[in-house]
């Protein structure tokens, strides 16, 4: 027997393995390509010659696969081998997914967890590597420290879903900071203004905006949106007319700034013109809350 098993050796599998290995755990590992196991075995793992002979390798077994529907792929000639086990689940998917995938591994008498990786693989097996989990809490207890070996785990409660809602809901305010920061950069070298002359000031921006965030999840929370506002949403609404205009004039397409302009426009047709800029959640919501 190994202390866990680990199904999928893509950029991150391959990271979460070595980390494993690294912190003195035995590893038995498998993956569609057997090639990509070569330099683990050299580490000491042991490669499985079937998905089934990894899962009965361990109690624990952890699957990093490119979507989930490659999860089923990879574990349904295999499912019956998933009894007393646990599944970890570190594949990117949706909180739908994960609580379809959490009643499956059940009536597999498998135990779960789904799992959202905040990290980059070079950064697995470091404190800044969050790991977040959810789903059955006794195994998340059982098998803390072996998982700790990854990163910094951080355990969300028993809905299978909420690991994947607050990794989505990360990325997606990473790609929106990406957004924004990609059009500035390209504001400032269409004037040739070199992108790392102009680094310091954006960054210094970006940590002033941190600031305001606080003020916000309390609007939202409350749902105070018109108290104390210094910058309501007409006076943004005028005022984006020219970063629209201005990027455009500078020959930067405003496709990745329009939305925001759009959605601020609604917000000020439906009257919330004298409303501060946290009251954009309410215009996309699109169920009630
Ligand atoms: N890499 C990253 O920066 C991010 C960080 C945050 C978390 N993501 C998610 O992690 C999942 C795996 O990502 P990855 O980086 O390891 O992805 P790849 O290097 O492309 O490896 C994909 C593995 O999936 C295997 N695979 C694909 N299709 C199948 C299939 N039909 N049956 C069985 N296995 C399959 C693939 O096998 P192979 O191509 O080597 O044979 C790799 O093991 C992912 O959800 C990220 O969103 C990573």
Known sequence: MSDVSVIGLGAMGSALAAALLKSGLSVTLWNRSPAKAEALVAKGAVAAASVKDAIEASKLVVACLLVYDTVYEAFEPA?????????????????????????????????YLDGGIMAVP??????EALILYSGAHAA?????????????ARYLGDDAGLAPLHDIALLTAMYGLFSGVTNAFALTGSEKVPAEKFLPMLTNWLGAVMTW????????????????????????????????????????????IAPMFQLIKKAVASGYGDADQASLVEMIRTRPQ
Do not use: C
Not at 84 to 111: F, H, I, K, S
Not at 140 to 152: C, M, P, Q
């Open 79 to 111: 499912k019956d081998a998933l009894a007393g086990r646990t599944l970890v689940n570190l594949t990117n998917g949706t909180p739908a997914q994960a609580r379809e995938m959490a009643q499956w591994a059940a009536t597999r008498g498998a135990d």
């Open 122 to 127: 070079p950064m697995i097996g470091q404190a």
């Open 140 to 152: 998340f207890e059982a098998h803390g420290k072996t998982l700790g070996a990854l990163g910094a």
């Open 213 to 256: 965030l606080p003020d916000m999840a309390r609007r939202i929370d409350s749902g105070d949106y018109r108290s104390d506002v210094v910058s309501n949403l007409e006076m943004q609404a005028a005022a984006f007319d020219n970063f629209i205009a201005a990027s455009e004039g500078q020959g930067v397409s405003s496709e990745l």
